[in-house]
Structure formats: C-alpha cells, structure tokens
C-alpha cells in the first residue's frame, strides 16, 4: 500500500521552500511511463506556473494541504472559470487541452495531481503566448485577482 502521509505533506513542503523552483514532487507511480501519472505537488506561493494546456489528456486536482487559485482560459487567455481548491472546491477536472495555471495560495501547501502518461515535459507551444516572458511575480499577483472575463493586459 503506497500512502501519503502528514508527515510526508510537512516532509515535502519543506523540500518545495528549498528548491529553486519552489516546488517538489513525491510520485505514486512507480516511472514516468505510467500511463497514469500520480503525485503529490509541494508549491510555494511565488512559484512560478505558466499558463499551459496538456493537448493528450485531462487532469484531476484536489487540494491535500493548503489553499490553491485554479484558472481556465480560452485561447485568447480570458478567464473562463476561477475555482479555490481546498476552499470552494475539493476536486476539480481540468479538460483535455484546456489552457489552465494555479496559484498556490499558502506556504508549504500541496496538490495532488492524476493525468495519463507517460510523462513528457510540456511543449513550447503547449505555453500560452500571452504568458511568455512573464516572471512569477506579475503572472501569480494576477492570477491572485483575476476574474472570469478578464485577460491579462
């Protein structure tokens, strides 16, 4: 039996606030071929997550620790739907291409992810454009206010 304790939470938030990228992984799955992918995801706040589409599959989240802002886009990167996971929502589905980005809205907070493999890192052409040259800073404090029919200027 695979688990993920509380202990394993507080474990991997602490490695999250350590890494340059503020975030850190703790897989279910045994490699990256799997064709069902499984983890956990510590996130910093000022992580930096592009806008991003997976074109092969869908994506099921839910919050295990903390607090997370969900966005949906449409292709022009206008807001279409806005979700607080661990707050209004438990578990969401993100569609199949669908362009998305989270915010992590609490220190040592973590996700958990399910989405079909095998893994590949993401496409530069699965990156919105809209997101492109952006730092963490600009993209999170608007991901943090944005609402649904608003675009980024």
């Known amino acids: 039996m695979k688990r993920i304790t509380t202990h394993n939470l507080t474990d991997l938030g ?3 606030q350590q890494s340059p990228r503020l975030r850190m992984n703790s897989n279910l799955h045994t490699d990256l071929a799997d064709p069902i992918q499984r983890l956990a995801i510590a996130m910093e706040p000022d992580t930096l997550i592009m806008p991003h589409r ?4 869908w994506e099921v989240l839910t919050a295990l620790k903390g607090r997370f802002t969900v966005l949906l886009f449409d292709d022009a990167g206008t807001v279409i739907e806005r979700a607080e996971l661990g707050e209004d929502s438990s578990v969401l589905e993100i569609p199949t291409g669908g362009w998305h980005a989270v915010l992590s809205r609490d220190a040592g907070a973590v996700i958990f992810e399910v989405k079909h493999g095998p893994y590949a890192p993401i496409a530069d052409a699965d990156i919105a454009d809209w997101g492109k040259g952006r730092n963490a800073a600009e993209l999170n404090a608007w ?11």
């Open 143 to 153: 991901y943090a206010v944005a609402q649904v029919g608003e675009r980024l200027a």
């Open 54 to 57: 997976h074109q092969q599959t």
């Open 14 to 16: 602490q490695l999250a």
